[in-house]
């Protein structure tokens, strides 16, 4: 989707051939991309989200693959240059990591605090091209509606799908994998009965929890 925190693309010098299915890009004219750089393509072929992986001159690899194939193809690219505008052109990319970067300056060098995303991998903790400081990053997932958290908060929704469901002040650390142990238990008592004549255990209920409740479970990170 189209984010106000993205910085914002520039148009690309000459064209790209895209195959359908496939990471490799070729340009019409040699290109610089640093890693993580966006290649942005809309036109009568369709629309691409792409982030660089690696290549040099006219030919370079991408994270994503090409969803459709066609020649000359005119593509919007991350800007090269020091700016930091926003909210106009930039996008958050499907199946790509998006870096945080603080600016203490908007474009004409005047005071001003904000954070901004990009998909360029920053160099020495900062912004390859205008030197911003690294605040942190997340990837999307192929709908960039979801947000693969880091590896802390990756932790503590697993955590939380052990554990969600517990009474409220209960400290036990494995919730639900006792609550299925018990299970078993009681039909392993059932069906060892004297001729499976015993009480089986009443059905039990089932609850989806939502991703929320699994961090709320799960130890603050």
């Known amino acids: 989707m189209a984010t106000k925190t993205a910085r914002n693309l520039i148009a690309g010098s000459g064209t790209v051939t895209t195959t359908a299915g496939s990471r490799v890009l070729t340009f019409s004219s040699a290109q610089t991309f640093k890693p993580g750089a966006t290649i942005y393509i809309s036109d009568g072929s369709g629309t691409e989200k792409l982030t660089i992986d690696q290549g040099s001159g006219t030919s370079w690899t991408t994270v994503q693959p090409a969803a459709a194939g066609a020649a000359g193809r005119s593509f919007s690219m991350s800007d090269n240059g020091t700016g930091r505008s926003r ?3 930039g996008w ?8 945080s970067y603080q600016s203490m300056v908007d474009d004409a060098g005047n005071p001003d605090c904000y954070i901004y995303v990009d998909t360029l991998a920053p160099e020495n903790g900062v912004h390859p091209y205008n030197f911003d400081k690294l605040m942190g990053s ?10 693969i958290p880091d590896i802390n908060m990756r932790v503590r929704r697993l955590e939380g799908v052990l554990r969600a469901g517990r009474a409220s002040g209960s400290l036990s650390q494995d919730f639900r994998l006792n609550a299925l142990e018990e299970r078993v238990r009681l039909l392993e008592v059932w069906a060892n009965s004297t001729g499976h004549f015993g009480t089986p255990p009443g059905v039990t ?4 929890w939502t ?3 699994f961090l709320d479970n799960g ?3």
């Open 87 to 89: 909210g106009s052109s």
């Open 92 to 99: 958050l990319i499907p199946n790509a990591v998006h870096f």
């Open 138 to 147: 997340f990837k999307t997932g192929k709908d960039v509606a979801q947000i």
């Open 205 to 208: 209920s089932t609850t989806a």
């Open 211 to 213: 991703e929320q409740q």
């Open 219 to 221: 130890d603050p990170a």
